[in-house]
């Protein structure tokens, strides 16, 4: 069993490119499995230092915060809260992948629940919603160990790999943080 406690969450770095390009490519197949593939011109430096500098900028504007997840500093995955709305709302949309050899181990789980710990305090969030394929069951299982519950069901609401699919709706609020 892995030690999860090692899990950190960092923000991006340009000290970061080469291995979260690494990252990328390594695990390019499978996270096409689950996500919308991202265009082949990602695959690239120039790309992936875009992506970070991007990141940055949202930092500063508090419009998003992404996260490479490391263990003795090999990323793991990524994780994000993006579409942060405030003042009255307090919300963001929480995003993750996890590189397919860390999958079913509960390092997903335990990215979430760091995350989930940064939102409801460093970043003052009120609310954080997620979305899933009802087929992605390995997504809604961490969702619920993390304390989400699901709100809503829309039929037909996204085009994946040319084909329509339902998404499922999701929420935790801060209230119920340590819950």
Do not use: C
Not at 65 to 81: P, T
Not at 106 to 122: C, D, W
Not at 143 to 153: A, D, K, L, V
Request: hydrophobic residues 40%.
């Amino acid at each position: 069993m892995p030690d999860l406690d090692r899990l950190q969450l960092l923000p991006p770095s340009s000290a970061d490119l080469p291995a979260l390009l690494a990252f990328e490519l390594d695990n390019r197949a499978y996270f096409e499995r689950w996500v919308t593939a991202r265009a082949p011109s990602y695959y690239h430096q120039e790309a992936i230092a875009a992506a970070i500098e991007q990141a940055q900028r949202e930092r500063q504007q508090d419009l998003a915060y992404q996260y490479l997840a490391k263990q003795d500093g090999q990323i793991i995955g990524r994780v994000n809260l993006t579409a942060v709305m405030r003042p009255y709302f307090n919300k963001a949309t929480l995003g993750y992948r996890i590189g397919e050899r860390f999958g079913g181990r509960g390092y997903a789980t335990r990215v979430v629940a760091l995350l989930l710990e940064e939102a409801f305090g460093t970043l003052e969030l009120w609310r954080v919603e997620a979305t899933a394929r009802p087929q992605n069951l390995a997504s809604i299982a961490v969702m619920q160990r993390n304390g989400f519950h699901q709100y809503g069901h829309s039929e037909k609401a996204m085009r994946f790999q040319d084909a329509w699919s339902d998404l499922l709706y999701f929420e935790r609020r801060k209230e119920h943080a340590g819950a």
